[in-house]
């Protein structure tokens, strides 16, 4: 044999390597360009089926997965209930007004056969849908001052609480600016134009006061929700960036960072810093004991790694990295996500029947955790090729091996959820709404965001009309008990408000 033979052999091996490696690059961009935004798989089992069939069914999925014969039939899925078509019917909390239609006329009403007059047989009625289109009006409002002698001060009654007299403003406009801005995401620009239809000349400038002057009634709100979801021993927390106005060259912007903070099924928080750094995070949980669940990134200021904190991680996360390479076909992949997704309905059958805590930890012991088993037992046995690194399964299988602790973590804290989810649904509005109004234009408006993006979010996930409860605690918080501020929630006034 030639001596240059193993010299070749060794750069063909090499070529194809790199072959690979470049042909899954090419797939990955091919799938950024022209590929679905979202990483979902069709849901293999929509219907939950019953509750004892839980075992059947896993019995059936791991012969499935084996290559076997399946045990038994496999569950028979339940009828849907879809909903029914046709239009929805008109919420009774509407107010109605009552309207008649007029009687035809009279040489209509002869009756063609008979000749004579016919009689009203039945009434039938109606409902439709309107609006009134936004109606703005000045309230003129005026107070008797009375005087005594010339050195005492003068007694009057104070303005209504609902009324900024130096902004010469009604707290409901402020309510609609909020709305508008913080739940619709509407830029102020835009508003500013919606404004002058009606007549009422706005600068943005304006409107950023008006909420200036909202965000220091309604701070003390914004703290009680923090206390709450940090008394609440179960935070799910997640940053996402922010683009803020940079003030060292004009016009352009530098990455901010919005921190979710956000208790297990309870109120969420949101808070504002100049930098996605660890310090903001470190900061505001110095004190917190307890669970906490992120994703797998590692800028949050030491917290996780405390000793009165549980870690635990994302499977959600885990299940992207190998839905990216299932979908760059590579070998393998599929397995990993089949056993993902199990876990995932197995939880969500437990949340479908309600299963309490020892019914869910059995739940789990019996069919989870032979899964999470078997899942890194075959990662820690799969060959890592040092020159493939930065390809989608030796990637997805490095992330997982390396977060393998606070993963199976999330099995043995009962209740827990397997993923940060909540969290990041949280966001989603505050992240899809950025794409209107872009950037946050001053340091100082980012506490204000935050503060608003808290109320609003908490409004949504409480089932609370953002713009009713702006009108209604605006105007009151000023005279509100400090003591008794977590009255004004807005969880806390919805529950007043269906009570």
Known sequence: MAPEVPQLRAEVDRLKIENQVLSLRVKSLEKELYGSRSDRRPPEDPNQGRLEAIDEQA??????????????????????????????????????????????????????????????AFTETVEVLARKPAEFYVRRLTRNVFTGAPEAAPVYRPWPADVLPRSRIDASVIANVLTA????????????????????????????????????????????????????????????????????????????????????DGPVCFEFSETKQGQTPAKTLHKYKGILQTDGASNFGGVPARADVVHLNCWAHVRRYFVKAEEANVDGAAAYVDAINRLFRLERRGRHFKLGRENIRKLRQRHSLPLVDALFARARAYAIDERMLKTPLPKAVRYTLGREKELRACFDSVPSRIDNNLAENALRPLKLGAKNWLFIGHLNAGPHAATMFTLVENCRLAGVNPEAYFIDILARVDDHPASRIAELTPHAWAKSKNT
């Open 59 to 120: 019995a059936w999925d791991e012969a499935r997965l084996a290559g076997e014969n399946a045990p038994a039939a496999k569950p028979r899925k339940q009828a849907r209930n879809g909903k029914k078509k046709g239009p929805k019917p008109i919420s009774p909390d509407l107010p109605r007004v009552e309207e008649s239609v007029p009687d035809p006329d009279l040489k209509d009403l002869v009756c063609p056969v008979t000749g004579k007059l016919m009689r009203s």
């Open 181 to 264: 801005r913080f739940a619709d995401h509407q830029p102020y620009h835009r508003q500013c134009a919606q404004l002058l239809r009606h007549g009422l000349e706005f600068s943005a400038n304006t409107l950023c006061s008006l909420v200036e002057q909202a965000h220091r009634k309604l701070e003390p709100i914004y703290r009680q929700i923090l206390l709450e979801v940090l008394a609440s021993g179960y935070i799910q927390m997640d940053p996402t960036p922010i683009p803020l106005m940079s003030r060292q060259k004009k016009g352009s912007t530098k990455e901010a960072c919005m921190w979710t903070y956000r208790a297990l």
